[in-house]
């Protein structure tokens, strides 16, 4: 069974831009969970999907926005981009997000706003 | 609030001795707690997970951890260091119910062995 996949692996922006990152979850799973890796914060939760609805998000500004398909396929997207953006973006995806589920990684797309 | 504190950020040892990776949590539910392995340029991997089912619980690559409530910790060991184990290792605990889909991760610890 393919893992999860995340597309790009590497982002290159300017501030102001916007950017979209890609998440295929693993066939059969329908949650799926966004993160962000910095050296300074450590890895913090964005926001969770599942059967296309926002059920869970962390404390990001609202330039920080996703969506997710009936694939559950899903896409984040950052508007107005800004240096301290740069950053590793993990998704994950679970059979169903809940609490004692394991939540499979992808290999990250790695965005460097300039 | 759930909360996950790795007593190290970084840890060093030689190959062939044991290793241990600090864990303690607060949680206010009956927690669920991982241990995920990240090695460079690489997502993460899952190699263990505490269910409530036993203290004791192995993993892959050799790594166990055991739950103890009464210390609220969750430490990670491995008998034997392999120059393969050099990665950053994250404690992660889950809010309860209703918080879907929410990993809190710990701060990470890196583990480098030495020849």
């Known amino acids: 069974k393919a893992g999860v996949t995340q597309t790009p692996r590497y982002l290159i922006k300017t501030r102001g831009q916007q950017v979209t990152l890609s998440c295929s979850p693993i066939?059969?799973?329908?949650?799926v969970s966004w993160y962000q890796q910095t050296p300074g914060q450590g890895l913090q939760f964005l926001f969770e999907?599942?059967?296309?609805?926002?059920?869970n998000k962390g404390n990001f500004p609202g330039r920080f926005s996703g969506r997710q398909f009936s694939n559950s396929r899903s896409e984040m997207n950052v508007s107005t981009l800004e240096l301290g953006d740069s950053a590793l973006y993990l998704c994950a995806s679970s059979l169903a997000g809940g609490a004692y589920e394991v939540q499979y990684f992808g290999a990250g797309t790695r965005l460097s706003v300039l | 609030a759930q909360s996950v504190t790795q007593l190290d950020s970084h840890v060093s040892v030689s190959e062939g001795t044991p290793v241990l990776l600090r864990c303690n949590y607060s949680?206010?539910?009956?927690?669920?707690l991982f241990w995920y392995v990240q090695h460079p340029n690489k997502g993460l991997q899952l190699l263990l997970k505490?269910?409530?089912?036993?203290?004791l619980v192995k993993g892959i690559n050799g790594f166990e951890a055991e739950f103890k409530k009464s210390e609220t910790s969750f430490h990670l060991t491995k008998p034997s260091a392999h120059m393969s184990d050099a990665a950053e290792y994250f404690c992660v605990v889950t809010l309860g119910s209703g918080n879907t889909g929410k990993l809190i991760f710990g701060q990470g610890t890196t583990l480098q062995v030495k020849p």
């Open positions: 505490y269910t409530s089912a036993a203290t």
């Open positions: 066939s059969g799973h329908r949650s």
């Open positions: 949680s206010s539910y009956s927690p669920s």
């Open positions: 999907y599942f059967s296309e609805t926002q059920r």
